[in-house]
């Protein structure tokens, strides 16, 4: 296979890739046989209530892997297991924040593992249909999830008696067609309906008229495979790693200028430091970090002066930034920020679905402004315009997050790197490794 | 409905295609896989094509070309009959693809994204992040991703696809990321992705 660049293996602080790079985990055999695979399953069907499970969950602590970091113990919660009719689990595997590659990473390390927690989430709140929106791209994974549900289908764990059980479960793909959007929850909803993606207002949540008019619940591809894991040691066991608030432990993806770039199960509360400097083994030779993006591009960045800053989520918030989607891109001091600034706002522009004003307008005029910035005929006049649009992509004046995090990439490499900006614009050089010489 | 004069679409995929919506809790859902097989045979989507993929789903022509242009990955002009999606974004980027789309572009002799090479076998578009990252960088060719690309990898992919007699293993282990993990033979997986 392709090398595996990442966690695997037992380790003290591995959860979810404990079993990865075990041989063949992807066949339910394997899964089944070497790993204890399916034994959460096994168990939630035969020995808990269904309201146990969730209960569980929550006292896990767990919280949605996706981006935005809800309870994912209180979002089961929110769908009325009793309400008559049909209900939904839509997980979202359109994995396309940039910077982000670990639910690319577990689906084709162990699709089993996604497949069962799939599963126990559905049987938890009453739904007897899983439905995986996974992005158009990702044609291994998709190969992979697809005959791990033929297995799981045969060998009578999704079905009408998983288990034994009385209680049908069945999955099934769709596959997205590349729009960022879809991994906006309501975005990717309207998609799986055969729609252009652009999001919905809410209310009504997902948990009241999801999917088809029906209750949905949401979750990510990561969330979903750790539940198994949680089911089988208890919620509390879970809550043992991490913080108070950001229990557990998740999957960073480190890219950009490191020399062993990855996807590292991290416990959470370890510093940056320890996530780039140690498990991604720094910069190359001879460079530094300069700034870094610490939960995919959306997330603010954090230059060089913040890596002790602590992987929770509120360490993250109280740095101004995020953890996002858990996608660590690491620059070093060859690389212009304006560039990589407009690089960014190049793709937050192309992904703009364009229902809200903000965000499809912004974004251009964004781009725009760079593109004189780095052709040398750029002002104040420019600075002003690029705080102005960051401004107005903010604060809730769009439907999803996709213009707010157009703006923050804007505010926040201004507010790090101002002098980079200013000898842009107001100096006309620039002064940074590789792009002196553009400039 | 504006149902066209002349069906563009094979015999079998109508049929195909007619089912689809009954898979759906609502019909509707079936638009982007039925896109999806007239792409597939057609290698892009073409007026008529989406007008067809309309009737038969019993949607407005207008609406289904509302869909297909929302998304990057239905063509909706001619492409070459292999794909480079170079990724260019931001972790890619720092590891220098902009180099390689520079040298796509000069190994298959064109100077715009969608332009297809005289020989007609390739064209390439710049894509936004794929999702793997920790090997950039790296673009999906056709239905495979290839990692950690270099300007040497993408002369012999090019060579390969060019040679009049394809290899039996027509991408070299060092060349692709086959995941090298299956023992099922390729070919039999092969067979039912494409199908």
């Known amino acids: 296979m392709a090398e595996l660049r990442g966690s695997f293996g037992d380790a003290p602080k591995h959860i979810v890739t404990r079993s990865f790079g075990t041989p063949d985990l992807h066949r339910l055999e394997v899964y089944e046989s070497k790993v204890g695979g399916y034994s959460a399953l096994r168990k939630a069907l035969l020995e808990v209530a269904p309201a146990d499970i969730t209960n569980e969950v929550k006292t896990s602590g767990l919280r949605g892997r996706g981006g935005a970091g809800f309870a994912t113990g209180t979002k089961w919660s929110f769908i009325n297991r009793d309400a008559p009719g049909p209900k939904y689990v839509v997980v979202n595997a359109d994995e396309s924040e940039p910077g982000t590659s670990k639910d690319r990473y577990i689906l084709e390390n162990s699709p089993h593992m996604v497949v069962e927690g799939i599963l126990i989430a559905a049987y938890a709140v009453g739904a007897n249909q899983a439905w995986v929106y996974i992005r158009g791209e990702y044609d291994e994974p998709y190969r992979m999830l697809t005959e791990a549900i033929e297995e799981a289908r045969a060998k009578g764990y999704i079905g009408p008696k998983p288990m034994g059980k009385d209680y049908p479960l069945d999955i099934r793909l769709y596959r997205g067609h590349g729009a960022y959007i879809c991994g906006e929850e309501t975005a990717l909803l309207e998609s799986l309906e055969g729609k252009r993606a652009q999001p919905r207002s809410r209310p009504p949540f997902p948990a009241v008229k999801g999917a088809w008019g029906r209750p949905t619940l949401l979750n990510n591809v990561e969330t979903l495979a750790t539940v198994p894991w949680i089911i089988n040691n208890g919620g509390a066991a879970y809550a043992k790693f991490g913080t108070d608030k950001s229990p557990g432990t998740r999957l960073m993806s480190v890219s950009g200028n490191v020399r062993k770039p990855g996807v590292y199960e991290v416990e959470l509360g370890q510093t940056f430091r320890h996530v780039i400097m140690e498990l991604a083994g720094g910069p190359p030779e001879g460079r530094q970090v300069k700034v870094f993006w610490p939960g995919g591009s959306s997330a603010p960045v954090l230059p060089e002066s913040m890596l002790d800053t602590h992987t929770d989520m509120e360490a993250l918030a109280a740095a101004r930034s995020m953890g996002g989607s858990g996608g660590v891109i690491v620059m070093d001091e060859t690389h212009c920020v304006v560039r990589a600034a407009h690089r960014l706002l190049r793709f937050y522009a192309h992904e703009s679905c364009g229902k809200c004003t903000p965000c499809r307008v912004g974004g251009d005029w964004a781009v725009r402004t760079y593109d004189r910035i780095l052709a040398n005929q750029g002002s104040q006049v420019e600075l002003d315009i690029l705080l102005r649009v960051s401004d107005g992509l903010q604060n809730g004046r769009c439907l999803c997050g996709l213009g707010d995090s157009a703006g923050w990439v804007i505010d926040s490499t201004i507010r790090h790197f101002r002098e980079e900006y200013e000898d842009h614009a107001l100096r006309h050089e620039c002064n940074v490794g590789a792009g002196a010489a553009h400039a | ?195």
């Open chain 2, 1 to 195: 409905m504006n149902s066209p004069a002349k069906s563009v679409l094979s015999s079998h995929l109508v049929e195909e295609i007619k089912e689809l919506p009954a898979k759906y809790p609502q019909p509707r859902s079936a638009v982007m896989p039925a896109l999806d097989l007239a792409q597939e045979e057609l290698g892009y989507l073409t007026p008529e094509a989406m007008s067809e993929v309309a009737a038969l789903l019993q949607l407005d022509p207008g609406y289904v070309e509302g869909v297909a242009t929302f998304y990057t990955l239905f063509h909706l002009e001619p492409v070459g009959k292999h794909r480079f999606y170079v990724c260019t974004n931001l972790s890619c980027m720092l590891r220098g693809s902009n180099e390689i789309v520079d040298h796509v572009k000069h190994a298959i002799g064109v100077k715009e994204p969608g332009e297809i090479s005289a020989d007609g076998l390739f064209s390439y578009e710049e894509v936004e992040c794929l999702g793997a990252c920790e090997y950039a960088p790296m673009m999906r060719f056709d239905h495979r991703f290839h990692y950690d690309l270099t300007t040497e990898k993408i002369d012999r992919l090019v060579a390969e696809m060019r040679s009049p007699e394809p290899s039996s293993s027509p991408l070299t282990p060092t060349l692709s990321l086959e995941v090298e993990r299956e023992k099922k033979p390729r070919a039999a997986r092969k067979k039912k992705a494409d199908g």
